[in-house]
Each structure stands twice: as structure tokens, then as C-alpha cells.
């Protein structure tokens, strides 16, 4: 019998830091649901040239996010040696230098949106009119590249010193700046002119310019644990060697996600146009109840284990994820009962035509059953980022992905004639695989050898 009694104090700490995440995560997903509600306004085609300015500028989220996972892995683990050692940590200067490199790969975006946004918006098959529209929507929120980079690293820095509250302010006020910009200047609200989908465009770019602003307030009069410095010799390489190590995997991660989606929504369209409103409709509802706690437990389990690594206590950061292990089986279980109980009430609510709801309801117990799963994998992920393994997350999801997302979901699915059920098969056994690679890695503990390696590298070249 496990003592769970043992964990208590893990998960007090773990709740506190998850909290404003979570938050955070939900108001940005209103901000984005706003947008999308804005452009039924003006029709399918403004819904569609938002849509199509979103798949790239996904790019900037995905570089943004990587160089995020590496600042709060290597912040956590500095906030854990300021804790222990006599020597100061390196925060400050991996934050400078974090901030400078993701503003210089941003810039080539700002660039690239001001001068190509026609072509890559017609490069998607657009329509004449789609193209117009959203190569404008594309290039001001290019513009805004730099401003989103960062405050993603912002973001995540933050998180890495145990501070998730303000970036959960800062986004806030970000995110109603957006939506009242938006708001008022799509639809000509109140004083603000009446400019249809470019306003949307304009509320996304003042919102990022805003978060910004505030992030580098923060930074530069220490309003919080880290503020802006780099070392009297200039940039240290070996950060930035480790950065790259770190951040270029996750980055590839997300790239990869980004694409496979497109053969498995080509898959389930094979299946009619209902079944794949049906996925998206389970997607949806699962992204809204489900993920922004998946998200949290992973951002919490690197922010605490990394910490502990930084303070060379290994067998803490094992007993903080085994406790986000007991975390996880037992909240995302219970979401995944709700998900699945509930699949005929919760997809009701977005379709009422009957083949598309039963559809919908498949889709969605599928997810449950996987939600678990996924959170373990991404708990387990947290850990390994925190000892600077993005590797080992990245491998394992190409390979399940590749192999049964896409690859045994189409054999059950057309050559089995099983049909959508072998659709379901294949998402399940998904998680599974990616969940089962990334124990196997956990398991071995080699992984504290790799962040010890790496806090010794760094701390050798200050001295």
C-alpha cells in the first residue's frame, strides 16, 4: 500500500504554482475563441484568412515555446543552486541571454511577414478575396514577433524561479487588451473605428506589444526575482550551447505535431465530412476541461524537480514526480470519467445533427481514456526537461505518433476495414507508446547525472 500521506505537502506546493496556470491557459484560449466568434461577423472568408494567418504565425509560438522550455529549465535549476551554494546562480544572465536570441530568430519573421504575406497565405490554396484579407491579418501580427517571443520566454522564465502569478497578471491584462481592441475595432464599437478583420490583427499586435512592455518594466526595475544582466565578459556560450540543447528538440517537437496533423485530418476525412467536425468538436472540448490541467502538471513537475536538481538533491525531484505521478492518476482519472460519462452532454452542446454527435461522443471517450496517459507523459516529460533531456520526449512522440497515431490507425482503419473504431485504437495506443518511452528514461535515473553535468559546466566557465 502506497502512503499517499507522503505526497501531501508535494501537492500543496504543486497547487499553488498549478493554479495560475491554469488560469492563464483558459483566458487565453477565450481570447482566441473571441477572435474566431469576431470573424463570423464577416463571413467564411474572414474566418478563413484568420485561420490561415494562425498557421504561421504558429511558428513564432513553436520557437517561442522551445526557447521557453530551455529558459525555465536552466532558471529552475539555478534557483535550486542560489539555494545551496555560496556562489550567486546565473538567472539573470541566462534571462538576458534567452531574451536577446529569441529576438534575433524573431526578427526574420517580422521580415518575412511584411514583404511575403500574400505568398504564404495563396501557397495554402487560398481564394482570391482569403488571400487579400489574410495576408494583411498576417503581416501585423509578423510585426508583432518580437513582442511574442518575448513574452513567451518571459513567461516561462518567470515560472522557473516558482513565480506563476505574474505571468498570469501580465497575460490577463494582455488578453483583455486584446479582446477589447479587437472587439471594438472589428466591429466599430464605441470610439474605436469600424476596420473588420485587420482590427483583430491590431488588437493581437497592441495586446503582445503590451505584455512586453510590462515583462521588460519587471525585468529592468526588479519587480520580481530576475531582472535584466549580462556577465562582465559578455555572452557565456556555454549557456547558449545548453540553451540550444535544450530548446531545439522542443522546438522540433512542436514542428512535428504541427504536421502530422494534416494526414490524420486527411484520414478521418476519408470517413465524411461529419466525422471530422466530430474530432474537432471532441478536440475542442477536451482542450477547454482537460488540457489546461495536463499543461500545468507539467510546467509544475519541471519548475519543482529542477529546482531540486539545482540543489543536487535527485531522490527530491524522483519523490516531487512520483507525487505528480499519484497527482495525475487520480485528478485526470477522474476528468477522464467525466469525458467519457459525459461525451453524449458535453459534444452535445456544439452539434445537434445525429451522425456527427455519435461521432463526436466516439472521439471523445477515446481522449478520455487517453487523458491519463498523456499527462503522465507530459508529468514525465517535466521531469526530463528540468535535467535538460527534450530528447527523449521528442523521440517518443515522433515514434508513437508516426507509428500508431497515423500509421495503425490507417491500417485498422482502411485496409482492416474496421473503420473509425481503428481510428480510436491507434489515438489510445498513441499515449501509450508515448507514455511507456519516456518511464523507460525516467526509470533508468540517468537523468540527474545529465543536469548535475550540466550545472558544473556552467558554473566552471564563471569562475
Known sequence: MVNL????SI???????????VLNHIFTTAMRTTDMLLMGFFGPAAVTAVGLGDVWERLVLRFGLGLGTGSIALISQETGVEEVRSEAGSSDEVLSQVLLTGVVISLPFLLVGLLFSDFLIAILGAAPEVIQLGAEYLMIILAAAPFRMITLISD???QGTGDTRTPMVVNVISNVVNIVLSVGLALGVGPFPEIGVVGVGWGTFVAKLVAALMYLVIFTFSFSHLSLGLPDDGWDLIIVKQLFKISLPRILQGGYQSLIT?????LVLLFGTEAAAAYHIAR???????????????????IMTGKALGMDKPFESKKI???????????IT???VVLFVGAPVLTGFFTDDPVTLNHSINFLRALGIGAPILTLYGVLSGLLSSAGDTRTPFYGLVISQTSFKLGLSYLLAVPAGIGLPGIF??????FIARAGWVARRYLSGDWADEARVMIDERHKSQN
Open 5 to 8: 500521506g507522503q505526497y501531501y
Open 11 to 21: 501537492w500543496n506546493e504543486a497547487i499553488v504554482l498549478a493554479w495560475p496556470v
Open 156 to 158: 516561462r522564465s518567470l
Open 262 to 266: 494534416f494526414p490524420f485530418n486527411a
Open 284 to 302: 475542442r472540448v477536451h482542450q477547454q476541461l482537460v488540457a489546461p490541467l495536463h499543461r500545468a502538471y507539467g510546467t509544475v513537475t519541471t
Open 321 to 331: 514526480t512520483d507525487a505528480m505521478l499519484w497527482l495525475t492518476a487520480i485528478t
Open 334 to 336: 477522474a476528468g477522464g
Open 425 to 430: 485504437i491507434g489515438m489510445v495506443l498513441d
